[in-house]
């Protein structure tokens, strides 16, 4: 489970998205014994799944459950997002999910994972 921080220089639409692995998720995964190489490959696929549910599926639901249980969203570029599971289900049901333009594409340009993050610079095309 993943929680999200979200940053963006509008003039250029480059994206910097941040997920993050709480502690609690840490010391679960050291728990299960995964090797560092699985835990990595484990964060950058729940947050995959993340960004495929919101931005293809567009399923506010199915996004949800790939977070925390109380997780929070810092949409940094407009000072907006939620704290807790009903304030970010608010967020993205109301002002995010589905509400981009139709035509609306994102390009990775790097991805970075460390050992409780994986970052993401993105660049979004619309018209």
Do not use: W
Not at 31 to 40: L, P
Not at 63 to 91: C, R, W
Not at 107 to 126: A, C, H, M, P, W
């Amino acid at each position: 489970m993943i929680e999200i921080d979200l940053l963006f220089n509008n003039k250029k639409n480059i994206y910097l998205v941040i997920s993050k692995q709480n502690k609690q998720e840490n010391k679960k995964m050291s728990e299960r014994g995964m090797a560092n190489g699985q835990y990595h490959n484990n964060l950058a696929t729940v947050f995959d799944k993340h960004i495929n549910c919101e931005f293809e599926e567009k399923d506010v639901k199915a996004t949800m459950q790939t977070m925390v249980k109380e997780p929070y969203v810092h949409h940094v570029p407009i000072l907006s997002g939620g704290i807790g599971y009903d304030g970010v289900y608010a967020f993205y049901s109301n002002s995010f999910v589905g509400k981009m333009p139709s035509d609306t594409k994102f390009v990775r340009i790097s991805r970075t994972i460390g050992n409780n993050q994986v970052v993401d610079e993105l660049i979004k095309f619309y018209t």
